[in-house]
């Protein structure tokens, strides 16, 4: 058993402004369901959201945004690594952010935990034994599409996992691998993965951020722009360095 002081990691507060998909009450399944339009069903107790029958699906869709999500994966060395601690946020419902059980991985591939499953693995493995809190900060930005619904510019992200940089200002080669849809100009939801393994979530919230500056061009992210300049933008993650 780990020391309660580990089990209780303090959570990251959100931001004034950030939109909670998920703090810790059942009454938040509210603003979920299932892939196929039912009341989310996962069970939550003790603050602590447990990945039940079926992928859940928030209401809430968004663009660009600035998504935080804490996991912990159970403890279970006698399954097989793909199936220990399997689970997955996508972004847009498209864009799968792998969850495992990848500790001790000395080189994580693309289906290991914080990898876009199938498309890019992490830059360095992050991840905390089973049973600790971990943490993902996501900036997101959307794919832009023309008049047609034509890809002119696919959609980035930058990852951190437990404050530290597993993707910069990654560009996305197309929806992952078990996609709600391929319609990328569109907002779309938040989708946590049933992959049968009981991991649990806690402490969901996202910051929409604007995909237009005030002279109306389009916002771009420099390629230049590392993940120095984060926490002049979200001044919250000082707290966590």
Known sequence: MLPVSQQA????????????LFAGYELDLKGWRHRDGRP???TVEGGVMTVGKGDIVS???????YLHVEFRV????????????????????R???QILDSYGV???GKTDCGAVYGQSAPLVNRCLPPLYWQSFDIIFRAARTDGSGRVRQAARLTVLQNGGVIHNNLTLRGPTRGAMDRDVGRPGPLLLQDHGSPVQYR?????????????GRDVETSKDNGPGW???HFPWLRRRR
Do not use: K, M
């Open 9 to 20: 990691r303090a959570a990251v507060p959100p931001p004034d402004g950030a939109v909670i």
């Open 106 to 108: 000395q080189h994580p």
């Open 95 to 97: 864009y799968e952010i």
């Open 203 to 215: 402490n969901i919230w996202l910051v929409h951020l604007p995909a237009v500056a005030e002279d």
């Open 74 to 93: 159970p403890d279970q060395p006698h399954v097989r690594r793909q199936h220990r601690g399997n689970s997955g946020i996508y972004l847009q419902g």
């Open 230 to 232: 984060l926490p002049l």
């Open 59 to 65: 209401c809430e869709e968004f663009t660009d945004a």
């Open 40 to 42: 989310a069903s996962w």
